[in-house]
């Protein structure tokens, strides 16, 4: 994993190389897809569509006979939010990817070169050699899917699957938007008074969402039972949030535990060690 900080390093991603290697037939299908999606990807970004250009010239520069490096996955996150499940889900799949800051207390999400990777102004993004991934969810899911061997959803069970998305789009569209009414309530209100009572319900709110969790959607000891998953580093994340917003968790006993658990994983220690970010 490496580490980069906006905005210096901004422009980085678009001429890095990784230290991973794969076959050169497998990298020419990636270009093949990206190819084809170029111009979608295009109305996204042109820093995208510069990226994809590069992909696409890269082979026939590069060797013919042997594997050559790879655009490494990088994670945009700032340290503290959401952006942290993925950065989990990065580590525990042993993956080979870079992390970019991006800095709230300068405001680095709003702009233009980071609004050119995502639009919303929002983290986690991770972009990839077939374009920007944006949202949660699907970033868990295409970590899950591109590292199959590190068994980090059930892939190959659809209902499990689904469970696994039910969970996490309960986060990302409940618990977390509960969340958000604490800190960014001007998306939702301008009056001062409706800023102050919107704040005032966070820890009603967020605690109810954690109730579920505990009560009603967590199996145990991990979230979707025996196995761990992407969920579990997502769950653990947002738990992170319950003292900053009013919540003391001992109210949560379930997930208590499985705070201690998640503390004792590799992966978690690792990102901590290095970082503790
Ligand atoms: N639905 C998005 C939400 C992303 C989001 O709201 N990220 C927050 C950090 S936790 C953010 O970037 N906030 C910056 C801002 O609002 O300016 C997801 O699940 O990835």
Redesign the pocket.
């Known amino acids: 994993m490496a580490l980069a900080f906006l905005p210096s390093g901004f422009f980085a991603f678009g001429l890095f190389v990784s230290g991973s290697h794969i076959a050169v037939s497998r990298d020419l299908e990636r270009i093949e897809e990206a190819r084809i999606d170029q111009n979608r990807t295009r109305q996204i970004s042109p820093f995208v569509a510069r990226r994809l250009s590069a992909l696409q010239e890269a082979p026939r520069k590069q060797t013919r006979y042997f594997e050559r490096p790879v655009p490494m996955l990088t994670l945009f996150h700032?340290p503290g939010?959401?952006?942290q499940a993925s950065r989990i889900a990065l580590e525990e799949a042993g993956a080979d990817y870079q992390v970019q800051l991006?800095s709230?207390a300068t405001g680095d999400?709003?702009k233009a070169e980071y609004l050119a990777i995502n639009p919303?102004?929002?983290?986690?993004a991770l972009a990839t050699e077939n374009g920007i991934l944006?949202?949660?969810?699907a970033?868990l899911l295409y970590i899950a899917q591109r590292f199959p061997e590190a068994a980090l959803a059930p892939l190959q069970d659809i209902f499990a699957l689904a469970q696994a998305q039910s969970f996490n789009s309960f986060i990302?569209?409940t618990l977390?938007v509960a969340h958000?009414h604490g800190r960014?309530g001007n998306?939702w209100a301008d009056d001062p008074g409706s800023l102050e009572d919107m704040k005032r319900k966070v820890p009603e709110t967020v605690a109810a969402a954690f109730t579920q969790i505990e009560e009603n959607l967590f199996k145990g000891p991990w979230v979707l039972g025996e196995n761990y998953s992407i969920c579990d580093g997502y769950l653990h994340t947002v738990a992170g949030w319950m003292e900053s917003d009013g919540i003391t968790p001992t109210r949560f006993p379930r997930l208590l535990d499985h705070r201690r658990r998640m503390e004792q994983r590799p992966a978690l220690q690792r990102l901590n060690a290095t970082e503790n970010l």
């Open positions: 700032t939010a959401c952006s991006v709230f999400q709003h919303r102004g929002r983290v986690p944006t949202e949660t969810p970033i990302s569209s977390h958000a960014r998306r």
